[in-house]
């Protein structure tokens, strides 16, 4: 053999010849990725994120590592509409104040019924025999349906759903009475908690589980009513649970790989369908005396009522997809405000000198040493807590905004997304742009004083004499050392402003459009409420304070909903002394 000539060796040419499609298959996504972002004319599909694994394409990524991956996709790719492969099915991904802002301002050509579904049954549960009404329902979330729509009124379940938050969680009569339900029953809670720990330093094993723990059963009581824990006592417990398993069970996780992840979701069922056996028997929630009752202690709150009305006009909605339906409905009460004050409290609490401003600030806001006292309207009203809470808010909501196009050409900038295709955003990325959020002076090092990644309690404070001041970001921003040596610049909390000014399609935590969080009011006052009446009833010292500064977020939650404290964080607790 010539001596020059060059030879494979034959223990590499099976490896080779293995990885060669996966090559080949990357390499031909890569180039009709950078044709697409380069060259792409008006009209076409936006360019595909590149992949190796054909039939597979971005699924194993997405599903297992999400926020890498889409991290990437972000830094790659910016703000250019993006396609990803999930086997046979592809979605859109989208970043960028632009892009938020077309599918916030076109609500009517777009929908949510798909991650909906996706909620309903693969999240809670729903039966897919009882779906199948809620995927037949074309006639979209406004009073006139859509054309072509053929669903009879009784049937338009998510108009019927979408009116109900709208009237009773938006505003108004409803909206009161909620916020009333959560005070009177958290108090009661508070009270009870208050004689156990009495005057001297209790112990407790973790801040999170306390506020966890305290919350969750006065939420649910605002909004189910008294009947639900008489019926079912360890419902907090097998709440949390289902709720612990949601990330594997969304990633499609086989029941018999993580049987107890189903069986705990099933006895989530068995709980609310016990409940609504007992409130059928209790109360006729069509009952035409009831019409202007906002809360009994069977049903709850009204909107319970409503929605278990509706049902009854559905035979083909099973007791199980109805329980499935207000799993949902408590687990969205629930699992993000909840998280979102924790937060709140871990930042409040590990900071001596934001904890004492929160004080003074709120003292006000009670009319006498009970936490009940408190004065809704002037506690939100708070413009330190507001930026607290916002803050909490702008680091930990992590959901996706979905939408799919109801139109044949909905268009993304120069690119068209086809119909009946989920497109997905990030909150997450959204509320760390960089090019849109204040971060502060810069440092004599060249950093930032508040980088994005960490909690800055005033980031949301505008005040008078401080140009620099305030969320958005700040063109010219002075140094560490200009600062310093601008003695007119003084921040007097009781001058500052609470504003999201600037932020259009930036600021998200609730999303955009007609399909913004009806929730939304109701959360911000919970989060407000559950802060201001803690603090006010205890004194709570961490046991290790820097410890609990580094506390993280549990990514396992991340796409799903607010990230919620990891980790432990002890603390000592006292009734506040007057």
Aim: glycine share 6%.
């Amino acid at each position: 053999m010539d001596q020059g000539t060059l030879t494979t060796p034959s223990w590499l040419t099976i490896p080779i010849f293995l990885l060669f499609p996966f090559a080949l298959t990357y390499t031909a996504t890569l180039c009709l990725s950078a044709l697409g972002i380069r060259g792409t004319p008006i009209g076409e599909d936006p360019p595909p994120v590149p992949y190796c694994t054909a039939f597979v394409g971005n699924a194993l990524a997405l599903g297992f590592d999400t926020l890498g991956f889409l991290s990437s996709v972000v830094k790659d790719f910016g703000n250019v509409p993006v396609r990803l492969a999930l086997g046979s099915e592809k979605i859109y991904f989208i970043s960028g104040t632009e892009n938020l802002q077309t599918i916030f301002s076109n609500s009517r050509d777009l929908s949510t019924k798909a991650l909906a579904l996706v909620a309903l049954v693969s999240a809670h549960g729903m039966p897919p025999a009882d779906a199948k009404v809620y995927e037949a329902d074309n006639s979209g979330i406004h009073l006139k349906p859509l054309p072509r729509s053929s669903t009879p009124p009784e049937k338009r379940l998510r108009f019927i759903s979408h009116h109900h938050f709208q009237s009773e969680l938006l505003g108004g009569a409803g909206l009161g009475e909620l916020s009333r339900q959560f005070i009177r029953q958290f108090a009661t809670r508070i009270s009870e908690r208050s004689q156990e720990i009495g005057d001297q330093w209790s112990h407790l094993p973790d801040l999170y589980d306390f506020v966890k723990s305290e919350t969750f059963v006065a939420t649910t009581i605002a909004l189910c009513g008294e009947h639900i824990f008489k019926i079912n006592p360890n419902l907090a417990e097998d709440f949390w649970s289902h709720d612990s398993w949601l990330p594997c069970i969304l990633r499609k996780v086989p029941r018999w790989v993580i049987p107890r992840a189903f069986a705990s979701r099933d006895k989530n069922h068995e709980n609310i369908m016990k409940w609504h056996k007992l409130a059928r028997e209790l109360v006729d929630c069509s009952d035409e005396k009831l019409k202007d009752v906002l809360w009994e202690p069977v049903w709850g709150a009204r909107i319970m009522r409503k929605r278990a009305e509706m049902y009854k006009h559905v035979e083909e909605i099973s007791p199980a997809g109805r329980a499935a339906s207000d799993l949902g409905m408590i687990w969205a009460a629930n699992a993000n405000i909840i998280p979102a004050a924790g937060w709140c409290f871990i930042h409040i609490i590990a900071d001596p000198t934001l904890n004492a401003r929160i004080l003074e600030e709120i003292s006000p806001c009670f009319s006498s040493d009970l936490p009940e006292s408190v004065d809704l309207d002037k506690l939100i009203s708070c413009p330190l807590l507001q930026s607290v809470v916002a803050e909490v808010l702008r680091l930990n909501v992590a959901v996706m905004i979905n939408r799919t196009s109801i139109v044949p050409n909905f268009k993304l900038g120069k690119w068209t997304v086809q119909p009946d295709k989920i497109i997905l955003a990030s909150i997450y990325f959204s509320h760390r742009d960089k090019g849109c959020w204040n971060t502060g002076r810069k440092l004599d090092n060249g950093q930032q004083e508040h980088p994005l990644d960490e909690f800055w309690g005033e980031r949301f404070l505008e005040y008078p004499n401080d140009p620099y001041s305030g969320p958005s970001k700040k063109n010219g921003m002075a140094t560490f050392s200009e600062k310093l040596s601008n003695k007119s610049i003084v921040r007097n909390d009781k001058e500052a402003k609470f504003t999201t000014r600037g932020l259009k399609g930036v600021y998200i935590p609730w999303g955009g459009g007609s399909n913004m969080c009806p929730g939304r009011y109701y959360a911000k006052y919970e989060i407000c409420l559950v802060v201001a009446m803690l603090l006010w009833a205890f004194e709570i010292e961490f046991l290790d304070i820097e410890a609990a500064r580094k506390t993280k977020p549990n990514m396992a939650a991340f796409a799903i909903g607010t990230l919620a404290p990891a980790g432990k964080n002890p603390i000592r607790l006292r009734r506040r002394k007057f």
